[in-house]
């Protein structure tokens, strides 16, 4: 029996019909093979657009639905649904894009009017072939994986921990609290970031329903939403956590000293170190590149000397093998390294720093104990802070970091707070950027503050004095583009306002969770705006900075985004699974088994009784590398078969006009 | 190089010599039957022929130059996941060792069960002019004429097969023993020399007289090798002018019929059936009237230019030049001319030959990561 | 039962005088080029309109027949695009794809079929840019090249 077709064409407002004529296009569609209705309407993803559908499948008898109107990425499901409701199978429907891919990039209003004219006899023509598919229903494991400890990762994690279910948390570091650790205050509020951290990171180590691994990794994930397995790779601490008393004393006693990342270099560390007495394990890791017993087999003063016997040399690499219904990134991000922007000197003169080395400069744990000194032991007289510093520049990224400007107002405040009103501060800056609650408040406050704006990037940061005020000073060379002119500005001390990129190694950890980078570096959301916490791939999540720099109210907000996304899949216990696999013909299917090689997800297994390749449907994804290959057409991916694709490009070569042979010139 | 042996020939008759090999392989534990080509009653050339008693050797004739199928298709047959009885030897030509060879690395036979020998090929005629040829209705004289000939120039006023004149593998060194023909006297003896640990453990056993090479079958076949680049290079510089465009190449195809008997008698295509007798081909009328009026005139049957070029992409890369294809059209389309000429390309372009290693994976059932950037500008 | 109705206009008839209208068949990928076409069109990348796409979930599933019957159905073009090498969402469909055209490159060309009227891209999921710059310069290519023979030929 020919399939009655019910085609919907929507104009979106003006989104569509401001360049499409949708009524005409409807009008063409009526006239379209196998056509039943053709109607548009203004808005066909509202209540009375999908009644409307739902109407005529029920009493005109449709079997078939297409919808012309927005990126089926956004709507698909939402006419699949309006054609369930309606008594049809979801998967006999095709929607094609008339908005993204049409009236929003031709120009013409006729061209964009043939065009969605084509694309609407394309997807006609291939709804035809659509055959009813259905969803497989599976469990959905309870239990989430959280990647990264920082605070976007430990927000999620409790998060998750509270409503009940279990969470793996993985942290490459020694201790969870990533970046924020390092900070000393926070904008605007001025609150210290250790005294509203470390009860977050507490309440880690204290929730039972957390399961913390540090020094570990994810080396592998397997499976699909609802069913993953991930493979943790844990690197040696070379200390018993379970016997370690967190006493310090190993640290004491370790003669060997080196800088300390935690510090950003300004500090010293221990081969046998802990960041600070907050972390969270609060165990310290013995460093094996530096460690003298690890390099040189001699030594072991930390474990003569440990109390409890905690210090274990023998430590080895080990693996874990974890299942989870659902996946949180939490990442996090990397710091710009200055040293490539030379003009700016940091590396070649010791008072230009990054703005996490003023971080540690100011905390009270710091090396120089809170105290913002130079490296002489002098409290610096004049400051500037360079904004932008990799950011806004097309020569390393584009995009805004969107906390520098907080932060830098921050370090005016505690400069004047901390040295003194004497003190004076400069700002270069290239726009302020204020938009947070209470942060244009706090603009306005330091503004008062005595502080110096000058709009405008340095070109370069120099030693070489023109006068004898510039003498033994830096000197900011910039132009301020409000008046106009060039500034020569000497200060004791300048702070770089460094990028936030994205993690050095964010494109293999990509890889290993399948999830995508955007062209900024950090991991890509599933939708700018509607879909900024999950991805592409089903029951993976983001949560903070890895997904693009955040200030810490919008990490943590973005973090239980993520957490409420990965809950409401673990708490619902089941998830519908596409049925857009591949499928092997046994009647076609020779047994050449060259399928089985291209399968990437070893879906695809050989009967040796039948002598034919079989899919394993729960581990297929569908993305026909099998069907891609397969001669005879015995490998299909649903949904996708080769009739199905037939049928769109006969539909769209309907508009390709041949040229006609020309009649014979003897003819009579 | 492998040892060799002396098939000793007498009465100036090879094919008893062969008959009497044949038998010596069966006599062999290790081996169940014998696949050779069996002469047909009356003058109809030969066809392959499972033989599993000694005594029935009388007919087999694996030097006429009759080719009506290629044997590779029915070894796998023989051979495909067989564990039980014993091993399968099959006489082949050595395109059919080639076919069979690409057939293994799809799964379809197994060369653990089968001990290949492939002999010397001075070609065959096609199919219409095998009963021509009076070797083939019993001309002894003729016969050894043709053998002697190396496969070079005419026989009763005719030449053997296109493909056969191009083809630039009539030796099959990739069996494990080969029967070495060029630069012989066929009437007095033929060389076996083995290829393989297996071919070499079946050579002692053999106990046939120990033989050394002294150069001739090198000369011969550099001679001919010569001729045939020469005859190939030719077809394929006539193909590709012939078919250099779209027009070109639809004039060159417009006989077909799509009988599709080219691909029943290819021995490398291998699917059980063949996508375009699948529904997925099987448009409905007003499909036929919309193309119809869309252009004004439709071309009956649909689909000739789209099916060859589609095998061209299916299995051009596996092709083993052995010209079946063409034997097998009832429309005299040159299909061999232009699946060889193709083919050549194909496997260049993936540094692939069929048939020659059983270890080399077909081309596209492999990738890298780095490789063909050229197709994206560059990038990788 | 309705037959299919066109007009003259609608087949897309050159007009006398009206430049070649080039029509170009574009298979992508739903998770990389796909996405970026909508990313095109959300940031109102204008586009010519000869570009017509065809969603596939992977260039991993672009069956080389497709290719041809576009190009035999008269398409001028046809472009496969999909996830940047390392980047595809079903690990590394995209490699078998590169083979698959690799391959068409070695057979369509050699019957005068313009081996620039075959394309291989990677444009990545937030490359809206690119994507549109693609299908511009992609058009403008094809239309200095002129109408594939096929439209003139009773192939099928």
């Known amino acids: 029996m020919p399939s009655r077709i019910g085609v919907y064409v929507c104009h979106c407002g003006t989104n569509i019909a401001g360049r499409v004529d949708s009524e005409g296009v409807a009008r063409h569609a009526s006239g379209l093979k196998n056509v039943a209705v053709a109607r548009d309407y203004k808005f066909m993803c509202s209540d009375p657009g999908q009644d409307m559908i739902i109407k005529d499948i029920r009493e005109m008898g449709l079997t078939r639905v297409v919808v012309a109107s927005c990126s089926p990425r956004l709507h698909e499901k939402t006419f699949q649904k309006a054609c369930q409701r309606g008594g049809l199978n979801p998967f006999l429907f095709q929607m094609t894009c008339i908005r993204e891919h049409c009236s929003w990039v031709v120009a013409d209003p006729a061209e964009a009017t043939a065009k969605a004219k084509t694309l609407v006899a394309a997807a006609v023509s291939r709804v035809n072939e659509h055959e009813e598919l259905y969803s497989r229903v599976e469990a959905v494991h309870p239990d989430v994986l959280v990647v990264g400890g920082g605070i976007a990762g430990i927000q999620a994690a409790l998060d998750i921990a509270r409503s009940g279910h279990k969470v793996h948390l993985v942290e490459r570091g020694p201790s969870i609290g990533g970046h924020m650790t390092q900070f000393d205050k926070t904008f605007p509020t001025l609150d210290c970031a250790a005294c509203i951290s470390t009860p977050k990171m507490v309440a880690v180590a204290q929730e039972p329903n957390i399961n913390l691994m540090t020094m570990s990794e994810v080396v592998e994930v397997k499976g699909y939403v609802g069913n993953y397995t991930a493979r943790i790779r844990t690197r040696p601490r070379y200390i018993n956590e379970d016997r370690c008393t967190g006493c310090g004393l190993c640290m004491e006693k370790c003669p060997k000293s080196v800088p300390s990342e935690f510090e950003e270099g300004l500090g010293k560390r221990k081969a046998v170190h802990r960041n600070s007495p907050q972390s969270v394990p609060n165990t310290p890791v013995i460093d094996p590149a530096s460690c003298i017993y690890l390099v040189k087999g001699k030594c072991g003063a930390c474990k003569q000397n440990c109390p409890s016997e905690a210090v274990d040399f023998e430590q080895q690499e080990s693996f874990l093998d974890v299942q989870a219904g659902t996946i949180v990134l939490a990442t996090g991000f990397d710091i710009l390294d200055p040293t490539p922007l030379s003009q700016y000197g940091f590396g070649r003169y010791p008072e230009v720093y990054t703005g996490l080395q003023f971080e540690r400069l100011n905390n009270a744990v710091g090396p120089t104990g809170g105290k913002i000194l130079m490296k002489n032991g002098q409290a610096p007289e004049s400051v500037a802070i360079i904004h932008c510093v990799g950011s806004r520049d097309k020569a390393y990224h584009e995009y805004c970091s969107r906390v520098c400007c907080m932060y830098a107002l921050k370090y005016d405040h505690l400069i004047k707070d901390k040295i003194g009103h004497h003190a004076r501060v400069f700002n270069f800056y290239i726009d302020m950027r204020c938009f947070g609650k209470g942060y244009e408040e706090f603009y306005r406050r330091v503004q008062e503050e005595g502080v110096t704006f000058i709009r405008g990037r340095p070109s370069e940061v120099t030693d070489q004095s023109l006068s004898v005020e510039e003498d033994g000073k830096l000197i900011v060379v910039a132009e301020d583009t409000l008046l106009g002119r060039p500034v020569r500005v000497a200060v004791d001390m300048v702070v770089l306002c460094t990028a936030m990129q994205a993690r050095h190694d964010a494109s293999e950890v990509a890889r290993v969770f399948g999830v995508s980078c955007g062209q900024d570096g950090f991991f890509l959301e599933e939708h700018p705006k509607l879909g900024p916490v999950s991805t592409a791939t089903d029951g993976i999540f983001l949560a903070g900075t890895c997904q693009g720099p955040k200030d810490i109210p919008d990490a943590v907000a973005h973090a239980s985004g993520g957490a409420g996304q990965a809950l409401s899949l673990a708490a619902r216990g089941e998830v519908s699974i596409s049925p857009t696999v591949s499928w092997i013909n046994p009647d076609i299917c020779i047994g050449c088994k060259m399928c089985v090689g291209l399968c990437a997800y070893s879906a695809i297994e050989f009967d040796e009784r039948r002598k034919v390749c079989v899919i394993n449907e729960a581990m297929c994804k569908g993305c026909g590398s099998c069907a891609g290959h397969c001669p005879s057409g015995a490998a299909q991916v649903r949904h996708f078969n080769e009739k199905q694709i037939f049928a769109e490009l006969e539909g769209l070569s309907q508009y390709v006009s041949p040229i006609r042979q020309p009649a014979r010139a003897d003819a009579p | ?380 | ?156």
């Open chain 3, 1 to 156: 039962m309705q037959e299919l109705i066109m007009t003259p206009q609608m087949q897309g008839e050159p007009m006398p005088g009206a430049a070649f209208e080039p029509a170009i068949v574009a298979f992508v990928c739903n998770w990389c080029t796909y996405t970026a076409a909508d990313l095109a069109g959300t940031s109102r990348m204008v586009q010519s309109p000869n570009v017509r796409l065809v969603r596939m979930m992977c260039t991993g599933m672009v069956d080389p027949k497709y290719i041809i019957k576009a190009l035999l159905g008269g398409a001028d073009a046809v472009l496969i695009s999909g996830c940047h090498p390392g980047d595809c969402h079903y690990i590394n469909g995209n490699y078998k794809a590169r083979r698959r055209v690799k391959l068409l490159m070695e057979i369509l060309p050699r019957f005068g079929i313009d081996s620039r009227r075959i394309k291989l891209t990677w444009v990545g999921a937030s490359e809206g840019n690119e994507f549109a710059a693609t299908v511009n310069r992609f058009a403008a290519e094809i239309k200095e090249l002129g109408p594939i023979d096929t439209r003139s030929l009773p192939l099928l």
């Open chain 2, 1 to 380: 190089m492998g040892s060799i042996a002396r098939i000793e020939v007498t009465d100036g008759n090879p094919v008893a010599a062969l008959q009497g090999f044949c038998a010596r392989l069966l006599a062999d534990g290790e081996i169940s039957a014998v696949l050779a080509p069996r002469r047909l009653p009356g003058n109809g050339g030969t066809m392959p022929a499972l033989v599993a008693d000694p005594e029935q050797f009388h007919d087999v004739d694996p030097l006429a130059p009759s080719f009506r199928l290629s044997a590779a298709r029915m070894l796998t047959r023989l051979t495909r996941g067989a564990d039980e009885g014993g091993l399968v030897a099959a006489l082949l030509r050595p395109c059919e060792v080639r076919a069979f060879i690409e057939l293994c690395k799809l799964n379809q036979g197994s060369l653990e069960n089968t001990l290949l020998v492939s002999l010397d090929c001075p070609g065959a005629f096609t199919n219409a002019d095998t009963g021509r040829f009076s070797g083939n209705r019993g001309n002894a004289e003729a016969l050894l004429g043709f053998l002697r000939a190396d496969g070079r120039g005419d026989f009763d006023g005719m030449q053997i097969a296109r493909a056969c004149r191009t083809c630039e593998h009539p030796t099959g060194a990739e069996a494990d023993l080969s029967i070495c023909l060029f630069g012989q006297d066929p009437a007095k003896g033929l060389l076996l020399m083995a290829n393989t640990p297996r071919g070499e453990g079946f050579m002692t056993r053999l106990g046939l007289p120990e033989a050394s090479d002294d150069g001739a079958r090198a000369k011969a076949l550099d001679v001919l090798l010569t001729e045939r680049r020469a005859a190939q290079e030719q077809m394929f510089a006539e193909t590709t002018a012939a078919t250099s465009d779209m027009s070109g190449l639809s004039t060159f195809l417009s006989a077909c019929v799509n009988c599709y008997n080219c691909r029943t008698a290819c021995p490398v295509c291998y699917c059980k059936e063949c996508v375009f007798l699948t529904d997925v081909f099987e448009h409905k009328p007003w499909q036929y009237m919309s193309w119809a009026r869309q252009r004004g005139a439709l071309k009956m049957p649909t689909d000739t230019v789209f099916f060859h070029l589609t095998r061209l992409a299916h299995m051009s890369t596996a092709c083993v030049g052995c010209g079946q294809c063409s034997n097998a059209c009832p429309n005299d389309v040159p299909v061999m001319e232009l699946f060889k000429t193709i083919a050549a390309s194909t496997q260049k372009a993936f540094d692939y030959e069929a048939g020659r290693d059983p270890g080399e994976a077909p081309p596209l059932s492999v990738f890298r990561e780095h490789e063909f950037t050229e197709l994206t500008g560059g990038l990788d």
